[in-house]
């Protein structure tokens, strides 16, 4: 330990360290004892609650190992939660700016290779629009005669009416 | 590192294997004494010794692995916390992250020790 002066040196006290060792103890003397009894009985319908009684144990046991991992994991997270730096805002805009600026480039880049007042349109698509039409918004369209567009069939978006 | 050393430092891994080793050996001596006994009533003593016992032995052995797999982060944590305290000693003044840090492992420390 680095710091045992300053934390816990597990994540677990000593109330989880107790009530595991309680568990399990419970456990391995509810199945130790189960077995001798039903050694020691002939008959099937009586053995059957000893075997009740093993299966307790091991639910017990599982019970008390499942809370004390769920409470270290509990513990370790909310430690490495709290130590592990936290980029300040700065760091963390110019993390959100990396990833806004492919986006914001590509659609500058598509706005300039347009002719703004032309009518857009991909290919595959039934209508032409406005460039700021929000049914183009993310489609990679490309400006255009409006000849050009009703000859490929293309009518008016009803939305942006261009 | 010497094989001791390394068993003593690996105490929770070792048990667990060994755990597991067991709850092998136990399950296979149920499924042997089960196979050769004749009547249900003479063979639930094997259930319960060789099935209940072993899946109990894997259950801890399982527990001891994985609370092993915690205490190392806890270590590294240990580690990563002691890092940047030596990193920002002797500085005029912390960085807010490193005041930040500082102040959450301690109440990291109080929400443990509370449990």
């Given at each position: 330990m680095t710091s045992g002066s300053l934390h816990l040196?597990?994540?677990?006290g000593s109330t989880q360290r107790v009530v595991l060792s309680v568990g399990w103890t419970l456990a391995l003397c509810a199945v130790g004892f189960a077995w001798f009894a039903t050694s020691g009985e002939a008959v099937l319908d009586h053995q059957v609650g000893w075997v009740a009684v093993a299966a307790a144990g091991v639910m017990l046991a599982g019970a008390v190992s499942g809370a004390w991992l769920l409470a270290g994991r509990r513990a370790v997270g909310l430690r490495a939660r709290d130590t592990l730096p936290v980029p300040d805002e700065g760091q963390l805009a110019d993390v959100v700016d990396l990833r806004v600026k492919a986006p914001v480039a590509t659609a500058t880049a598509t706005a300039a290779q347009t002719n703004g007042a032309a009518p857009v349109a991909a290919s595959g698509m039934r209508h032409f629009h406005r460039l700021d039409c929000p049914l183009a918004q993310g489609k990679a369209v490309a400006a255009a005669a409006l000849t050009d567009h009703v000859k490929a069939g293309r009518t008016a978006c009803e939305v942006c009416q261009p | 590192m010497s094989v001791m050393k390394w068993i003593r430092n690996q105490w929770d891994r070792v048990t667990a294997v060994g755990l597991m080793v067991a709850a092998a050996l136990a399950m296979l001596a149920g499924w042997f004494g089960v196979s050769r006994s004749a009547y249900p009533a003479e063979s639930m003593p094997y259930i319960v010794s060789g099935g209940f016992f072993g899946l109990l032995l894997i259950g801890i052995g399982a527990v001891l692995w994985l609370s092993a797999d915690l205490r190392d982060e806890w270590r590294k944590l240990d580690g990563i916390e002691q890092a940047w305290r030596d990193a920002t000693i002797g500085r005029p003044a912390e960085t807010p992250a490193a005041t930040r840090t500082v102040q959450g492992g301690e109440a990291a420390r109080a929400t443990t020790a509370a449990r």
């Open positions: 040196s597990s994540p677990w | -």
